[in-house]
């Protein structure tokens, strides 16, 4: 069975948070998924213009947090 971008990416983006034993809420998913898709090294506000009209309720502290949690994650998160 083949699985649509989207879909392999978010199937992805959540195996990837769940291994770091990061909660794959929402936000986190989609932030994932943007920079799993990204061929550049996007800051955090080209995250958020790039997620915002997607996600309303997206704020500039929860693209940080994210961020913030996945280094964290990527460094040995316990």
């Known amino acids: 069975m083949c699985l649509p971008e989207s879909m ?24 994932l998924e943007y920079l799993l898709k990204s061929r ?11 997620l915002v009209d997607d996600i309303p309720t997206l704020s500039k ?3 940080y947090n994210a961020l913030a949690l996945f280094e964290e994650g990527c460094h040995g998160r316990q």
Do not use: C, M, Q
């Open 8 to 31: 392999s990416k978010h199937n992805e983006a959540e195996k990837r948070l769940l291994e770091k034993r990061i909660r794959p809420s929402f936000p986190r998913l989609r932030i």
């Open 40 to 50: 550049e090294h996007p800051g955090a506000d080209d995250v958020y213009r790039a």
């Open 61 to 63: 502290t929860t693209v």
